[in-house]
Each structure stands twice: as C-alpha cells, then as structure tokens.
Nanobody
C-alpha cells in the first residue's frame, strides 16, 4: 500500500537547523511531484516547498525562501526538507505529499495532493 513516512522533526532553538525526510513506498516515486506542507495549531495547512518529479524545479513559500531547501533522491524514494535559521513561527506539524506528475511543475494547493504522510512535529523555542 502507499506510504509516506516523515521523520526528522523535533525541538530546536531559534536559529537552529533540522532536516526532515519523507520515505515513500507503494507507488512509482519518480512519477510524482512532491511537496512539504505544514499546519500550526488553529491554522490551515499551508504550502512550504515543492519539487517536480526529477528535481529540476523547486519552489518555496516566501515565508521560508532562503532558509529552507527541498531536494529528492529518486534512487532512495525519499524527499528532504533542509530547514535552517528556524524561527518560532516555523513551529508546526510538517507533512509530505505526493501528486502524480511528470511535468516541470510543482503543486502548492493541498487539494491537489494524491497522498499524504502522517506528519512530524517541529517545535522551535524562542
């Protein structure tokens, strides 16, 4: 069955770094664009970063641009989110998502995702 399993979350101080991983199984990973989204308490789930099927095209939300980097390893069926210079407002549950696509595009809307992971908590203390 399809699985997206996130890992790497935790508690970090302001200015620190974390690297999230999302391991995919049960589908042909290289046929899918991947994205990272996050949801803070009381807020809607929002787009963080996206990457197209072969990694040639990436896009980040303005709120994380210059601090977060998305990448993927199709041989390992894994997508990563490197998060640097973390701020308290980055505190949220982070989810990875997949959308079937072999184009240059990434997806930013939650309703476009075909699959979701269970999420990993990231907490940034001030």
């Amino acid at each position: 069955q399809v699985q997206l399993v996130e890992s790497g979350g935790g508690l970090v101080q302001t200015g620190g770094s974390l690297r999230l991983s999302c391991a995919a199984s049960g589908f042909t990973f290289s046929n899918y664009a991947m994205g990272w989204f996050r949801q803070a308490p009381g807020k809607e789930r929002e787009f963080v970063a996206g990457i197209n099927w072969n990694g040639e095209n990436t896009y980040c939300a303005d709120s994380v641009k210059g601090r977060f980097t998305i990448s993927r390893d199709n041989a390992e069926n894994t997508v990563y989110l490197q998060m640097n210079s973390l701020k308290p407002e980055d505190t949220a549950v982070y989810y990875c998502a997949a959308r079937a696509s072999n184009t240059k595009g990434v997806f930013v809307q939650t309703f476009l995702a075909d699959f979701w992971g269970q999420g990993t908590q990231v907490t940034v203390s001030s």
